[in-house]
């Protein structure tokens, strides 16, 4: 093993870019994020560890997907695989017998540190986060959004 000590300022300089290179390749080359399965999962809690971890698989794919591809309907085969792992959490969760509106309560809660990074991003967390501390807002007479940690609803009285 080469001592740092003995090495030349080149040698040096040489072996710390070499380090960030690899972590920079490393952390580039993490892949796709992973979602647990959620017929996998026993309880409510359990799947609010899969909705959070299914949120920042969202969060990850939407900070690489053009605004444009959205709009325009640009199939997405990320999207889509979450998507999917969604409406098996939906379905595990009635299953199980899990409030809805404290599910999402909890995934929000858990995801709470996520920040915008782009507007695809911003639009998510403000969709997820809508109706969370206003619970009588359907009360009103206004239209209320329905959410779930995959799924948006718009209705109307």
Same mark, same amino acid.
């Given at each position: 093993? $080469?001592?740092? /000590?003995?090495?030349?300022?080149?040698?040096?300089?040489?072996?710390?870019?070499?380090?960030?290179?690899?972590?920079?390749? +490393?952390?580039?080359?993490?892949? /796709?994020?992973?979602? &647990?399965?959620?017929?996998?999962?026993?309880?409510?809690?359990?799947?609010?560890? +899969?909705? /959070?971890?299914?949120?920042?698989?969202?969060?990850? #794919? $939407?900070?690489?997907?053009?605004? =444009? !591809?959205? #709009?325009?309907?640009?199939?997405? /085969?990320?999207?889509? !695989? $979450?998507?999917?792992?969604?409406? &098996?959490?939906?379905?595990?969760?009635?299953?199980? =017998?899990?409030?809805?509106?404290?599910?999402?309560?909890? #995934?929000?809660?858990?995801?709470?540190?996520?920040?915008?990074?782009?507007?695809?991003? !911003?639009?998510?967390?403000?969709?997820?986060?809508?109706?969370? =501390?206003? *619970?009588?807002?359907? !009360?009103?007479?206004?239209?209320?959004?329905?959410?779930? *940690?995959?799924?948006?609803?718009?209705?109307?009285?």
């Amino acid at each position: 093993m $080469l001592r740092m /000590e003995l090495a030349t300022p080149r040698m040096r300089r040489l072996l710390a870019i070499l380090t960030v290179v690899a972590m920079v390749g +490393v952390a580039c080359d993490a892949g /796709e994020p992973e979602v &647990e399965a959620p017929e996998t999962v026993e309880t409510c809690d359990g799947l609010v560890d +899969v909705g /959070e971890q299914l949120i920042r698989a969202y969060v990850q #794919v $939407l900070e690489r997907t053009d605004v =444009g !591809e959205l #709009v325009a309907g640009t199939p997405n /085969e990320n999207l889509d !695989e $979450l998507r999917r792992i969604g409406d &098996e959490l939906d379905v595990r969760a009635a299953g199980l =017998g899990c409030d809805a509106a404290d599910l999402q309560a909890a #995934v929000v809660a858990a995801t709470d540190d996520l920040e915008p990074t782009t507007p695809n991003v !911003e639009m998510l967390l403000d969709v997820l986060r809508a109706d969370i =501390g206003d *619970p009588a807002g359907s !009360e009103t007479g206004a239209s209320t959004t329905t959410v779930t *940690p995959t799924t948006v609803a718009t209705t109307s009285p």
